[in-house]
C-alpha cells in the first residue's frame, strides 16, 4: 500500500515571495507522483505530474517538482506565487499494477497575500 | 469538449435514506473512478471500473456503498441507509484507458445527512 504526507496543512505567503509544498510518500513498488490544484468552488486539475525520466517537472504557470527517490519525496515550488495561486494543493501517488487508483495527502491551502 | 459532469451538485438527505450519485465521464474514457473527500482531507478512493466491470472495489467502506456502470459510460454510486458520517462531496474521475497517468476529474457532489 502507498500512503503521501503533506506536512503543512495551511502556508500563508506574501505575493512575489517564493513558495514550497512538502511532499513525501511511501510505497514498496516504484510509483507516479502527481501534484494536482483545487481552486476556491471548482474540481481537482492537475497541475503536474512524474512519470519517468527527467526528476524535475514543470507546470505551464511556473510551478516546478523534483522527484527525489532517496528522500521519497516530491515537493512543489514555486519562485514567485501570485494571489491566484491561493488554493489546495493535493500530492498524489499511483502504481501502475494498481490500476491507477490515486493516493492522496491530506493538502496544503496555500493562501497568498498581497 | 465537455469534462466529467455530476449530478446532483448538492445532495441532502437524512439519515437512513437512500441516495443515488451520477457521474458522467469525458466520452470515449473506458476507466472511470470515485473517490471521497471528506471535509479537511484529501480524496480517497472508493471504486474503480474498467468498462462495464468494478476493477477494484477496495476502497468501499462497507456494504451500504454500491456503485454501477451498466453500459460502461455512466456511472452511479448508491448509498443505502445513509448515516452522518457519510457527508462529504463525492468525487469522479475519468482516464482514456486503466493505465493511463492522467486522471480528469469532476465538480463532485456535495452530500450532506442530517
Known amino acids: 500500500a502507498q500512503s503521501v504526507t503533506q506536512l503543512d496543512s495551511q502556508v500563508p505567503v506574501f505575493e512575489e515571495a517564493p513558495v514550497e509544498l512538502r511532499c513525501n510518500y511511501s510505497?514498496?513498488?516504484?510509483?507516479?507522483l502527481f501534484w494536482y490544484v483545487q481552486y476556491p468552488n471548482q474540481g481537482l486539475q492537475l497541475l503536474l505530474k512524474y512519470l519517468s525520466g527527467s526528476t524535475l517537472v514543470e507546470s505551464i504557470n511556473g510551478f516546478e517538482a523534483e522527484f527525489n527517490k532517496s528522500q521519497t519525496s516530491f515537493h512543489l515550488r514555486k519562485p514567485s506565487v501570485h494571489i491566484s495561486d491561493t488554493a489546495e494543493y493535493f500530492c498524489a501517488v499511483s502504481t501502475n499494477n494498481a490500476g491507477n487508483m490515486l493516493t492522496f495527502g491530506g493538502g496544503t491551502r496555500l493562501m497568498v497575500k498581497p | 469538449g465537455a469534462g466529467v459532469s455530476q449530478t446532483p451538485s448538492n445532495k441532502v438527505t437524512e439519515k437512513g435514506k437512500y441516495v443515488e450519485l451520477r457521474c458522467d465521464p469525458i466520452?470515449?474514457?473506458?476507466?472511470l473512478y470515485w473517490y471521497r473527500q471528506s471535509l479537511g482531507q484529501g480524496p480517497e478512493f472508493l471504486i474503480y471500473f474498467q468498462g462495464t466491470g468494478a476493477a477494484d472495489d477496495s476502497g468501499l467502506p462497507n456494504d451500504r456503498f454500491f456503485a454501477v456502470r451498466p453500459e460502461g459510460s455512466v456511472s452511479t454510486l448508491k448509498i443505502q441507509r445513509t448515516e452522518r458520517g457519510d457527508s462529504a462531496v463525492y468525487l469522479c474521475?475519468?482516464?482514456?484507458?486503466?493505465?493511463?497517468?492522467?486522471?480528469?476529474f469532476g465538480p463532485g457532489t456535495r452530500l450532506t445527512v442530517l
Open positions: 466520452s470515449g474514457h473506458t476507466a
Open positions: 474521475a475519468s482516464s482514456l484507458m486503466w493505465d493511463s497517468n492522467e486522471q480528469f
Open positions: 510505497s514498496s513498488v516504484s510509483v507516479y
